[in-house]
Nanobody
Framework: QVHLEESGGGLVQPGGSLRLSCAASGSIFSIDRMAWYRQAPGSQHELVAR???????NYADSVKGRFTISRDNAKNTVYLEMNSLKPEDTAVYYC????????WGQGTQVTVSS
């Protein structure tokens, strides 16, 4: 069993920055793809960014150039650096990893508002 612990959410003004972290612990043999999803009220679950073990990353068009996903394989941790935040980025952000099966974090709220 793998447990994901997310941190870093909060309230930020438009144009501000936040950094999310997600640390995996438990019975980890190896972690394959790691990703961040988000869900805003009344909206569908959306893939924000994902990163392969070799560091190759993909982003949703809505966050390209503003968000950066990275990972520390030694620490089993994935990060999401979010810059130039917009009110439409407001959502609950979820960490997702694949290690034999998919695991989800509990979610962390990001609110972008003045």
């Amino acid at each position: 069993q793998v447990h994901l612990e997310e941190s870093g959410g909060g309230l930020v003004q438009p144009g501000g920055s936040l950094r999310l972290s997600c640390a995996a612990s438990g019975s980890i043999f190896s972690i394959d793809r790691m990703a961040w999803y988000r869900q805003a009220p009344g909206s569908q679950h959306e893939l924000v960014a994902r990163i392969d073990p070799d560091g190759r990353a993909n982003y949703a068009d809505s966050v390209k150039g503003r968000f950066t996903i990275s990972r520390d394989n030694a620490k089993n941790t994935v990060y999401l650096e979010m810059n130039s935040l917009k009110p439409e980025d407001t959502a609950v952000y979820y960490c997702n990893v694949y290690s034999g099966r998919y695991y989800w974090g509990q979610g962390t709220q990001v609110t972008v508002s003045s």
